[in-house]
Structure formats: structure tokens, C-alpha cells
């Protein structure tokens, strides 16, 4: 029956399928890795990454992000490929996903390929598929372009190894926080089966930078890391849990990124996974969580200072790193023209572009607040945090309940048409509406 | 009276203005005006900059050697700016960088004004050339040439041609700035190289290759279904994708 569908099937209909079912993967990213062209075929990296459109949700479009195949052999509760569901099924040819993604890239459409796949018939034989599509695309095509590849759970480690010499990022998914929320909803998965791909690539990317390091036309091995992501809200862990899961994960396997996907029920009728009809996404929650990921990525913040098993949950009104700083009042105000790097740091309102031109200006003389300004800091939430050359900008008091009350003033600028009003959101983090209102009538 | 020196805004104009006001007023005070965007001020004196390759390249020598390639590159973006007080910017920032020990740390020092406006002007530059990376569609037109037209505020096209250019070696591909009436020009396995004083033909730029509708209406199709329809958020799309890049987008057309 597969070989009928794909006959009868127009790659325009191919592709509105298989790329509606891959739309759920979080990751687009095309970072990591750069790369010149080598004047022989086509293509190029750029190491910060290039998104190339951005679709009605927000989010970025930077690579073709497609399954190969929407058949699966397995029943995961949340995903609309479970072979219980009734949904039509193709496959691509390796020869259909090679021109898509030639014929896009020289358009500029495209920054490379995302490929991820239902598992057909087994996972061996889905790699083999992936491996021959990847395999076309960079020795028969010539493309030196951006793939980023999913590892398919249980597939030989030989097979991973040579698509890791073909692609510039791996990943698989954790699919959900822990291993008791795999069980319950990913039956035919389990932890062991995920973390053994992970823990491989991470042990060959290692020997191959050695490697290149020794004989340098050595051929790189996922040149831009690793990458994993989890279902944030299917399952009841808390931000704690799940912001030491990430932290482990970039400490044990080195991965580039952790990505975190708010749970949005496509398979409404079953009975294991909350109902949010009405609530949409947990999308502040998502937010809260990349932002805390970043603490942990670039300004050198920990798990256990940002949460704990007292306070599990990240504040719903302020910043993750504003909350930080609240409860840790007694280092405030910082004195610019003196901090370290890391407090600058530390400090809300302060980034790590500003923080590195803030130590290096200062050495031409004191800087004040209206140079702080034109050098990226956003003073109206790192006034009160702030003195230059012992001054702060205006007389405020360094205290809890002051400041908490005019940052929240300030309104935090949010990724979305989200506010301060859609309480039923944080529902899902433990808070409910009234405890909400409790929090804002305190400050 | 201040010197102020009128040239035209290209490169070469402006470093001609520069070598000009250097020679004569290194230490003092002396204005760059662009011509045909300037207010004129009183008590100056007005004069009109000769323009040569030779003085281009003796200032472009000179803030490389004395200022190091970091700072020639923020400087080269700043003079690529729409903002009409670029010239003076830049010719103060080399003003004050011979007053350092190190002039090649000039761009760290923030806090003169001259040097945080080269900064300011750098980054939007910058900013919005790499929003041309990103966004620019190329179509193919029935002769095989890959086509784009672009409406930048600032004269971005030297910023992104050797990106385009490593990226697509083999292709013959044309940018044209309708802002500026500039084309980017690149023949496969060569060099690319602007054009002045063209204009595309209306024919020849509509008329597309067989292969080209298609690869547009199946790109519309992926960019559609790629959105999650539960997270939808035109605000957030519009902070990443301003409307004034849309106008030549195919995603965003009928």
C-alpha cells in the first residue's frame, strides 16, 4: 500500500504532509558550525545561523524542515504520526528531498535541511533511507549547506556514525522530562534507547576532534553539536525538574541546545494527557524555561541558584534572572566602573555584549549612565541595580517589595502577544488565578 | 569660519572628503557634507571635494594601518549609512583615535560621542545587511539568471556580495537596489562587482523560468503549514520580520 500512495502522490501534496507532521519539532536552528563553499558545488554555513522567513506563529524558518516518512511503527500518545492514528501516509523519494532542498537553497528560501522520520518498518531501515538521501545531497549534488538530522532511537551505531560524517547536526529527542512521563506516554520508547545515540555521537564527535587536530583533512563529524528537546506541560514535572535535566544534559553530553516545546494536544481524545483546549500552549512557561537556559548556557548561573525544591515553579511576572537578583539583594547596586565581567553579568539589564563593551570602554575613564545606553544596557530595568562612579540615576531604595513593584511597571517585553492578563496560563505551573492575584496585591 | 567639505555619497566620495579635511584640518575643526543630503549652516565655507581613487585609497590605507581592520570595517559600514552626519562621525573618530596611545583600540572607546555614533551607524548597517542575507528571494528567469530586487535604506550591497557570492559560485545571479539604482552583478566562477547607472528591463525581470512558479507555490505551501496554528502571533512574527522587507517576499504575495 506505501508504494500506491507514493505513486499516486504530487510532490506538492507529498510535502504539505510531511512537512505539516515535522512541524511540531522545535528546533530550526542552522547555528553552530562555519563553513566557506569550496567554489565546486553550492552552499555555505554561517556559525550564528540565518533564519530566512518567519512563519504566522513567530517562529523561525531556516531550514526545510520535513519527515521522510509519516509512517511509524510506534504509538506515542502525543504525536500525531502514532500508528494508531488515521492520517494519510507518504514518503518522500531521497531523490524529491534533494531537489526541494537544492531548488530552495538557490532561491534563498532555505538554509539547509532539517530531516526527522516516522520509523518505517525499523529503525535500521529508516537511517539507511536518511543516509542515502544525505549521502545524494552532498556527494551527487555537491551542497556544503546546513543538515541537521534526527537519530532514530535504536538504530545500529554504525549506521549513526556514517550519517554523523554527512550531517552538521544530530539530535534525538528526549521527548519528555523524565523517564517515568516516557513511559507513561512514549510506550515503545525508553530512556536507555534515547540517552545511547546521544552518549555515541558525543563520544565519536570527541575522538574526531583529536582527530582533526592531528591530520587537519581529517572529515568532521557533526561539526555543530548536538541538540536534544522535551514536551514541556504533558507531563507534571516542574521547572526544576526539567531545568536539571537540561543542565545535566549540557554538563554529561555536551549538547549545543536543549529545546523546549510547550505541549499543544493534537490527538484530543486521549485520556493521559491534559486537556488545554481552552488555555492553548503553556507559551509563558516555555519562555521562562529558554530564558533560564540561556542563564545556564552564557552567564554562568546554575540550576540550584535559580530554582529550588521550595520554589519549583519560575516566577509568572518577572524574568527569570530579576528574580534572581531580588532575593539576592545584597550584592546590588554594583558599581560599573569596577565589577568583574561576571557580576556585570548578573546584573538585569546587562547582556553579554553589553557587559564585554562596558569592561572595555571603562578603561578610557568613567563611564555614566547615558553611555551605558548607547552601549546596549537597558537602564530601565538595570537602574536598580546600578551605581556609576558611586551614583545611581535616580534615589531608589534597594528593596524586595520597591523594586519588584516598578519592574513590574516597566512591563518585561514578551516574545508574544502574551500578557499579564492571560492568568490561566500559569494554571499549569502550580499557580492558580487566585494565587496569581495574591502575588500582585503583595507588591 | 568651518571648512565643510561636499562630496557625493559613495565610498570614494566620502574618503576623497576625508582626505581633503585631513590634509588641511587634522588637528582642527572641519565638517564632510553629503551631497543632496545636508542642511546648509552659517558661517561655514563650502567647498567642493575632487574626487579620486588615489585619495580613496590613501585614506582607506590609513585607517587600516593606524586603526587595524576591526575599526576600518566599522568605519567602512558607518559611511555606508543613510544618516547624513556619517562623514563627520568618521572623520572625528580618526580625529580623537590619534589622540590615543593605541589608536587601534579607538572603537572601545564608547564614550566619545563621534565614536558612539560610527558604532551606532555600523550596527544598523550591519543589521540591516544581514537582514538582506536572510530575507532576499532570488528568482530564476527564463535565461537561467538567478534575479532579486532589494529596497534598502542604507548601501548594503558591498556588505552582502561576498556572502553571495561563496554561496552560490556556480550560478550567475543579479541584485538590484532600487533604493540607491545599483546593481550586484556575479558570473559564475568570478568575482563579484557593482553597476551604476542601469536600470533593470521590466520585460526581462518578470519573465521567469518554466521550473519557477512551481518552486514558488511549493515554497508558499511549506511556509504555510509550517505554523503551528494554536501558537499563531502576528506580533511576534512582525519583530522578526518587519513589513518593509515583505513587499519582495514570495510568502508574503497572493
Same mark, same amino acid.
Given at each position: 500500500?506505501?508504494?500506491?500512495?507514493?505513486?499516486?502522490?504530487?510532490?506538492?501534496?507529498?510535502? $504539505?504532509?510531511? +512537512?505539516?507532521? *515535522?512541524?511540531?519539532?522545535?528546533?530550526?536552528?542552522?547555528?553552530?558550525?562555519?563553513?566557506?563553499?569550496?567554489?565546486?558545488?553550492?552552499?555555505?554555513?554561517?556559525?550564528?545561523?540565518?533564519? $530566512?522567513?518567519?512563519?504566522?506563529?513567530?517562529?523561525? @524558518?531556516?531550514?526545510?524542515?520535513?519527515?521522510?516518512?509519516?509512517?511509524?511503527?510506534?504509538?506515542?500518545?502525543?504525536?500525531?504520526?502514532?500508528?494508531?492514528?488515521? @492520517?494519510?501516509?507518504?514518503?518522500?523519494?531521497?531523490?524529491?528531498?534533494?531537489?526541494?532542498?537544492?531548488?530552495?537553497?538557490?532561491r534563498n528560501y532555505i538554509e539547509g535541511l532539517f530531516l526527522s522520520s516516522g520509523v518505517l518498518k525499523s529503525p535500521d531501515y529508516t537511517m539507511e533511507l536518511i543516509y542515502a538521501t544525505l549521502y545524494q545531497l552532498r556527494h551527487v549534488y555537491h551542497f556544503q549547506g546546513y543538515i541537521h538530522v534526527k537519530t532514530i532511537p535504536g538504530a545500529d551505531a554504525e549506521i549513526i556514525k556514517r550519517v554523523g560524517f554527512l550531517a552538521d547536526r544530530m539530535s534525538v529527542n528526549l521527548e519528555l522530562p523524565t523517564a517515568e512521563g516516557l513511559k507513561l506516554l512514549a510506550p515503545h520508547k525508553n530512556r536507555r534507547n534515547i540517552l545511547a545515540p546521544m552518549r555515541l555521537v558525543q563520544n565519536k564527535a570527541n575522538?574526531?576532534?583529536?582527530?582533526?587536530?592531528?591530520?587537519?583533512?581529517?572529515?568532521?563529524?557533526?561539526?555543530?553539536?548536538?541538540?536534544?528537546?522535551?514536551?514541556?506541560?504533558?507531563?507534571?514535572?516542574?521547572?526544576?525538574?526539567?531545568?536539571?535535566?537540561?543542565?545535566?544534559?549540557?554538563?554529561?553530553?555536551?549538547?549545543?541546545?536543549?529545546?523546549? +516545546?510547550?505541549?499543544?494536544?493534537? #490527538?484530543?481524545?486521549?485520556?493521559?494527557?491534559?486537556?488545554?483546549?481552552?488555555?492553548?500552549?503553556?507559551?509563558?512557561?516555555?519562555?521562562?524555561?529558554?530564558?533560564?537556559?540561556?542563564?545556564?548556557?552564557?552567564?554562568?548561573?546554575?540550576?540550584?541558584?535559580?530554582?529550588?525544591?521550595? #520554589?519549583?515553579?519560575?516566577?509568572?511576572?518577572?524574568?527569570?534572572?530579576?528574580?534572581?537578583?531580588?532575593?539576592?539583594?545584597?550584592?546590588?547596586?554594583?558599581?560599573?566602573?569596577?565589577?568583574?565581567?561576571?557580576?556585570?553579568?548578573?546584573?538585569?539589564?546587562?547582556?553579554?555584549?553589553?557587559?564585554?563593551?562596558?569592561?572595555?570602554? /571603562?578603561?578610557?575613564?568613567?563611564?555614566?549612565?547615558?553611555?551605558?545606553?548607547?552601549?546596549?544596557?537597558?537602564?530601565? !530595568? *538595570?537602574?536598580?541595580?546600578?551605581?556609576?562612579?558611586?551614583?545611581?540615576?535616580?534615589?531608589?531604595?534597594?528593596?524586595?517589595?520597591?523594586?519588584?513593584?516598578?519592574?513590574?511597571?516597566?512591563?518585561?517585553?514578551?516574545?508574544?502577544?502574551?500578557?499579564?492578563?492571560?492568568?490561566?496560563?500559569?494554571?499549569?505551573?502550580?499557580?492558580?488565578?487566585?494565587?496569581?492575584?495574591?502575588? @500582585?496585591?503583595?507588591? | 569660519?568651518?571648512?565643510?567639505?561636499?562630496?557625493?555619497?559613495?565610498?570614494?566620495?566620502?574618503?576623497?572628503?576625508?582626505?581633503?579635511?585631513?590634509?588641511? $584640518?587634522?588637528?582642527?575643526?572641519?565638517?564632510? *557634507?553629503?551631497?543632496?543630503?545636508?542642511?546648509?549652516?552659517?558661517?561655514?565655507?563650502?567647498?567642493?571635494?575632487?574626487?579620486?581613487?588615489?585619495?580613496?585609497?590613501?585614506?582607506?590605507?590609513?585607517?587600516?594601518?593606524?586603526?587595524?581592520?576591526?575599526?576600518?570595517?566599522?568605519?567602512?559600514?558607518?559611511?555606508?549609512?543613510?544618516?547624513?552626519?556619517?562623514?563627520?562621525?568618521?572623520?572625528?573618530?580618526?580625529?580623537?583615535?590619534?589622540?590615543?596611545?593605541?589608536? /587601534?583600540?579607538?572603537?572601545?572607546?564608547?564614550?566619545?560621542?563621534?565614536?558612539?555614533?560610527?558604532?551606532?551607524?555600523?550596527?544598523?548597517?550591519?543589521?540591516?545587511?544581514?537582514?538582506?542575507?536572510?530575507?532576499?528571494?532570488?528568482?530564476?528567469?527564463?535565461?537561467?539568471?538567478?534575479?532579486?530586487?532589494?529596497?534598502?535604506? #542604507?548601501?548594503?550591497?558591498?556588505?552582502?556580495?561576498?556572502?553571495?557570492?561563496?554561496?552560490?559560485?556556480?550560478?550567475?545571479?543579479?541584485?538590484?537596489?532600487?533604493?540607491?539604482?545599483?546593481?550586484?552583478?556575479?558570473?559564475?566562477?568570478?568575482?563579484?562587482?557593482?553597476?551604476?547607472?542601469?536600470?533593470?528591463?521590466?520585460?526581462?525581470? $518578470?519573465?521567469?523560468?518554466?521550473?519557477?512558479?512551481?518552486?514558488?507555490?511549493?515554497?508558499?505551501?511549506?511556509?504555510?503549514?509550517?505554523?503551528?496554528?494554536? !501558537?499563531?502571533?502576528?506580533?511576534?512574527? /512582525?519583530?522578526?520580520?518587519?513589513?518593509?522587507? !515583505?513587499?519582495?517576499?514570495?510568502?508574503?504575495?497572493?
Amino acid at each position: 500500500m506505501y508504494d500506491k500512495i507514493q505513486e499516486k502522490m504530487s510532490i506538492y501534496d507529498k510535502l $504539505h504532509i510531511l +512537512s505539516d507532521a *515535522a512541524k511540531y519539532d522545535v528546533a530550526c536552528t542552522s547555528s553552530g558550525v562555519d563553513r566557506k563553499g569550496d567554489g565546486r558545488g553550492m552552499g555555505n554555513c554561517s556559525s550564528a545561523g540565518i533564519c $530566512h522567513s518567519f512563519s504566522a506563529d513567530g517562529r523561525c @524558518v531556516s531550514l526545510l524542515k520535513i519527515l521522510f516518512t509519516n509512517e511509524c511503527i510506534y504509538d506515542c500518545k502525543y504525536c500525531i504520526n502514532r500508528s494508531s492514528n488515521d @492520517v494519510l501516509r507518504t514518503s518522500f523519494t531521497p531523490e524529491e528531498v534533494c531537489t526541494l532542498t537544492m531548488e530552495f537553497y538557490r532561491r534563498n528560501y532555505i538554509e539547509g535541511l532539517f530531516l526527522s522520520s516516522g520509523v518505517l518498518k525499523s529503525p535500521d531501515y529508516t537511517m539507511e533511507l536518511i543516509y542515502a538521501t544525505l549521502y545524494q545531497l552532498r556527494h551527487v549534488y555537491h551542497f556544503q549547506g546546513y543538515i541537521h538530522v534526527k537519530t532514530i532511537p535504536g538504530a545500529d551505531a554504525e549506521i549513526i556514525k556514517r550519517v554523523g560524517f554527512l550531517a552538521d547536526r544530530m539530535s534525538v529527542n528526549l521527548e519528555l522530562p523524565t523517564a517515568e512521563g516516557l513511559k507513561l506516554l512514549a510506550p515503545h520508547k525508553n530512556r536507555r534507547n534515547i540517552l545511547a545515540p546521544m552518549r555515541l555521537v558525543q563520544n565519536k564527535a570527541n575522538e574526531n576532534k583529536q582527530e582533526i587536530a592531528l591530520y587537519k583533512n581529517t572529515p568532521q563529524f557533526v561539526p555543530a553539536g548536538q541538540s536534544t528537546q522535551m514536551i514541556i506541560g504533558a507531563t507534571p514535572e516542574t521547572d526544576f525538574q526539567i531545568l536539571n535535566v537540561a543542565e545535566s544534559l549540557y554538563k554529561k553530553f555536551e549538547l549545543k541546545r536543549v529545546f523546549y +516545546s510547550a505541549f499543544v494536544p493534537v #490527538n484530543k481524545e486521549c485520556s493521559l494527557l491534559p486537556k488545554r483546549t481552552e488555555e492553548g500552549p503553556p507559551l509563558l512557561r516555555e519562555h521562562r524555561l529558554y530564558q533560564a537556559d540561556w542563564l545556564l548556557r552564557f552567564y554562568h548561573f546554575e540550576a540550584q541558584e535559580l530554582l529550588d525544591e521550595k #520554589n519549583p515553579n519560575f516566577n509568572i511576572f518577572l524574568d527569570p534572572k530579576c528574580n534572581w537578583a531580588l532575593k539576592h539583594l545584597e550584592y546590588f547596586p554594583v558599581e560599573v566602573n569596577r565589577a568583574d565581567y561576571r557580576m556585570l553579568l548578573r546584573v538585569p539589564g546587562i547582556g553579554c555584549k553589553s557587559a564585554s563593551r562596558i569592561v572595555k570602554a /571603562r578603561r578610557f575613564g568613567n563611564l555614566r549612565f547615558e553611555d551605558l545606553k548607547k552601549m546596549g544596557v537597558v537602564l530601565k !530595568r *538595570a537602574l536598580y541595580f546600578l551605581t556609576c562612579s558611586g551614583k545611581m540615576l535616580y534615589p531608589v531604595k534597594v528593596e524586595e517589595d520597591y523594586i519588584t513593584r516598578n519592574l513590574l511597571r516597566t512591563k518585561e517585553k514578551l516574545p508574544d502577544s502574551m500578557t499579564y492578563q492571560q492568568l490561566s496560563l500559569f494554571d499549569d505551573m502550580g499557580f492558580g488565578e487566585k494565587q496569581a492575584r495574591q502575588i @500582585v496585591s503583595q507588591s | 569660519m568651518t571648512d565643510v567639505y561636499l562630496c557625493c555619497d559613495t565610498i570614494t566620495g566620502l574618503y576623497s572628503a576625508i582626505y581633503d579635511a585631513w590634509r588641511e $584640518h587634522r588637528e582642527g575643526e572641519a565638517k564632510i *557634507a553629503v551631497q543632496g543630503n545636508m542642511e546648509p549652516e552659517l558661517f561655514c565655507e563650502y567647498q567642493e571635494v575632487k574626487e579620486s581613487q588615489k585619495k580613496a585609497r590613501a585614506v582607506e590605507q590609513l585607517i587600516r594601518v593606524n586603526l587595524g581592520e576591526e575599526a576600518y570595517k566599522e568605519l567602512y559600514y558607518a559611511l555606508l549609512s543613510k544618516d547624513a552626519g556619517k562623514g563627520n562621525a568618521v572623520f572625528w573618530t580618526m580625529q580623537e583615535a590619534r589622540k590615543l596611545k593605541d589608536s /587601534r583600540k579607538i572603537m572601545e572607546h564608547l564614550d566619545h560621542p563621534a565614536v558612539a555614533k560610527v558604532f551606532e551607524l555600523s550596527r544598523n548597517v550591519a543589521n540591516e545587511a544581514h537582514c538582506f542575507i536572510e530575507f532576499i528571494r532570488f528568482r530564476e528567469l527564463k535565461n537561467g539568471i538567478l534575479f532579486s530586487e532589494i529596497a534598502p535604506k #542604507n548601501q548594503i550591497l558591498t556588505c552582502i556580495g561576498e556572502h553571495f557570492a561563496d554561496r552560490f559560485p556556480l550560478e550567475n545571479f543579479m541584485i538590484f537596489d532600487k533604493t540607491h539604482q545599483v546593481f550586484l552583478v556575479h558570473k559564475e566562477k568570478s568575482p563579484w562587482y557593482l553597476l551604476w547607472g542601469e536600470v533593470p528591463s521590466e520585460e526581462a525581470i $518578470h519573465c521567469v523560468s518554466d521550473k519557477e512558479l512551481e518552486y514558488e507555490k511549493l515554497w508558499k505551501n511549506f511556509f504555510h503549514t509550517i505554523a503551528i496554528e494554536e !501558537r499563531k502571533n502576528p506580533a511576534c512574527q /512582525r519583530n522578526h520580520l518587519p513589513i518593509r522587507y !515583505r513587499a519582495d517576499m514570495p510568502e508574503f504575495g497572493e
